[in-house]
């Protein structure tokens, strides 16, 4: 599986962004597909997830400023981010969980004050 992710960028504070992740190859029909984030010196972790039956989970942190969706093909998974704060400054990366995780290569979001 591969994970190709696009959508990251500069935005001032307040401002939002929608990151994409599309996954090709060996796609399973259950499986679950989400956002996580590292900023410089932290741990990476858990943005919101989506599950292929439509489960969502949300970090506290971003609940009610982001929005996980996933695809009609069930191989894209979108976040919108509305009402960016400089904390959410990180590299966001995808992940597809199936059996086993896999990555994408990571995408900066960098939110000016």
């Known amino acids: 599986v591969q994970l190709v992710e696009s959508g990251g960028g500069l935005v001032q504070a307040g401002g939002s962004l929608r990151l994409s992740c599309t996954a090709s190859?060996?796609?399973?029909?259950?499986?679950?597909m989400g956002w996580y984030r590292q900023a410089p010196g932290n741990q990476r972790e858990l943005i919101a997830s989506?599950?292929?039956?439509?489960?969502?989970t949300y970090a506290d942190s971003v609940k009610g400023r982001f929005t996980i969706s996933r695809g009609n093909g069930m191989n894209t998974v979108f976040l919108q981010m509305n009402s960016l704060k400089p904390e959410d400054t990180a590299v966001y990366y995808c992940?597809?969980?199936?059996?086993?995780?896999?990555w994408g290569q990571g995408t900066q979001v960098t939110v000016a004050s």
């Open positions: 992940n597809y969980r199936s059996v086993i995780d896999y």
């Open positions: 190859g060996v796609i399973v029909s259950i499986n679950s």
């Open positions: 989506a599950t292929s039956r439509g489960t969502t």
